[in-house]
């Protein structure tokens, strides 16, 4: 059970770099198309670069551990690798830690911590429990707040499920420290080359456990996560047309979709609450967008382009494509039917980052030389940002669930792989060695949480049982009170 207690504390993050500020300061082959080598790059707005504006991020302490229990190394990398990822703190080195006792039950030293500079401590660890299982315990401290932890967490889970666990005690933890729970408890999907043929992986938010999830011997694309936490692609066997088909969260059972379409289905998107279907569909010789129903029933064209794929929802209900005409030879960025990328540049690969600065729309546009690079507007296309510059060529955007994070594929310094940008600090780190298309992250369906049993003592031990609701299974933190 997660207990967590702001009240007046009088500790913030004060975030002065943010998506406001830089605003107010500046598929397939078919998506890899180049910008004229005439083309303005001024349009695309200024470049943001960290450390331009004064920014103050906390200093946060993850206190070490002395025990050698695989399960307690597990979490706390996992954790400490998340904050770090997350861009908003600045991480107390191990090295520093002052002298004690560091146990699964040892009081934390504030005042020893406080004396390094530490606006905030954090202390995960794990032992062993009865059954095979494991106890996981996630504290956290303000100095300004006294002695009590401000976030305290005690849970017990099989060993299989530690790093899912670590996830989701880092999204409320930073609930706790910011106010806004994370979005670690979540999965990337992307589709990628394997031999001759393509093929659907999925992996953590950090880049760990990386697996192949389709057939060997076919060629599959367009990954999506749908209702009930399936993994839904499009799939095509020995030059066959491309079809719809899922996997079943909970028994890996593969199902077909039927959609009344003779051509191939390139791509698909569901809406946030999965109850909406889109899909990018060949025919007459180009292809459409069509909505529908989550089952794929009651499908309507929507684009009016010749050429129209890879189709993503916002949390509100818009729709943004890929739309084009091979008479003018390029692609742009259409929002619910309205072109808002620059005439002038190839677009693709559209997302939508819904942040605490409000809904941003961010996709790749072609820079010449057959590369890419991201740029960042509002979903009207007001307020054009560039995200990269002159560092490989750069692809596929798409966001974390919380909105700080953007996971792209780059090319950058040829270390080729799957980096995350955060959209906090700017700061942007490598987190898998492969790269790949139509890239999506979500989170974990409330299926996938691994609170199974609340540790013996711990108060309403049925709160955050796997079975109780739907939905997402990050962001479990209470809000501040």
């Not at 899909?279 to 029933?297: K, L, P, R, T």
């Not at 940002?385 to 060529?393: A, K």
Request: aromatic share 8%; hydrophobic share 35%; proline share 6%.
């Amino acid at each position: 059970m997660a207990r967590l207690s702001l009240g007046k504390i009088g500790f913030s993050l004060i975030f002065v770099t943010s998506l406001s500020a830089a605003f107010l300061s500046s598929a397939s082959a078919e998506e890899k198309g180049n910008a004229s080598e005439s083309s303005d790059e001024n349009i695309l707005g200024e470049l943001i670069v960290s450390g331009t504006v004064k920014e103050h991020f906390a200093k946060v302490a993850i206190l070490k551990s002395n025990s050698a229990l695989y399960e307690d190394v597990v979490v706390r990398n996992v954790v400490r690798k998340d904050l770090d990822l997350s861009g908003m703190f600045r991480l107390i080195p191990d090295s520093k830690a002052p002298p004690g006792a560091y146990g699964f039950n040892d009081p934390v030293d504030i005042k020893a911590w406080q004396a390094l500079g530490a606006e905030a401590m954090v202390k995960v660890a794990a032992r062993s429990a009865k059954n095979g299982k494991v106890e996981v315990l996630g504290l956290a401290y303000f100095p300004s707040a006294g002695k009590e932890p401000v976030y305290k967490t005690t849970l017990v889970v099989s060993k299989s499920n530690v790093r899912k666990t670590a996830h989701q005690i880092t999204d409320d933890l930073l609930g706790a420290l910011t106010g806004r729970p994370g979005g670690f408890s979540s999965r990337f999907a992307f589709s990628g080359p394997w031999g001759r043929n393509q093929r659907v992986f999925t992996a953590d938010a950090d880049g760990h456990g990386l697996a192949p999830r389709s057939e060997l011997k076919s060629a599959s694309i367009g990954p999506a996560f749908g209702p009930h936490g399936a993994l839904y692609y499009s799939r095509s066997k020995n030059y066959a047309p491309y079809r719809i088909q899922y996997r079943a969260l909970a028994t890996d059972e593969l199902f077909h979709l039927s959609l009344p379409f003779k051509g191939s289905v390139y791509s698909l998107a569901f809406d946030k609450e999965k109850k909406r279907l889109a899909v990018a569909v060949a025919e007459n010789g180009g292809s459409a967008i069509y909505v529908g129903d989550a089952d794929g029933s009651k499908m309507e064209r929507v684009s009016k382009t010749k050429l129209a794929t890879h189709p993503t929802f916002a949390p509100d209900g818009k729709l943004a494509w890929v739309g084009g005409s091979p008479e003018r030879g390029s692609q742009r960025i259409f929002v619910d039917g309205k072109a808002v990328s620059p005439g002038a540049f190839t677009a693709a690969a559209p997302t939508f980052c819904d942040t605490e600065d409000g809904t941003f729309l961010v996709y790749a546009v072609g820079v010449g030389g057959g590369r890419q690079d991201l740029v960042m507007s509002s979903p009207t296309g007001k307020g054009l940002t560039r995200l990269t510059q002159n560092q490989g060529s750069n692809s596929y955007p798409a966001c974390s669930p919380d909105g700080r994070l953007l996971a792209f594929f780059s090319t950058r310094k040829s270390e080729k792989g799957l980096y995350v940008l955060s959209l906090k600090r700017w700061t942007t780190k490598k987190i898998l060695g492969r790269v790949g298309e139509s890239l999506r992250w979500e989170p974990l369906p409330r299926e996938e949480l691994t609170r199974e049993t609340a540790a013996p003592g711990s108060p309403a031990q049925s709160s955050h049982t796997a079975h109780q609701s739907s939905g997402p299974a990050c962001g479990l933190a209470p809000g501040p009170t």
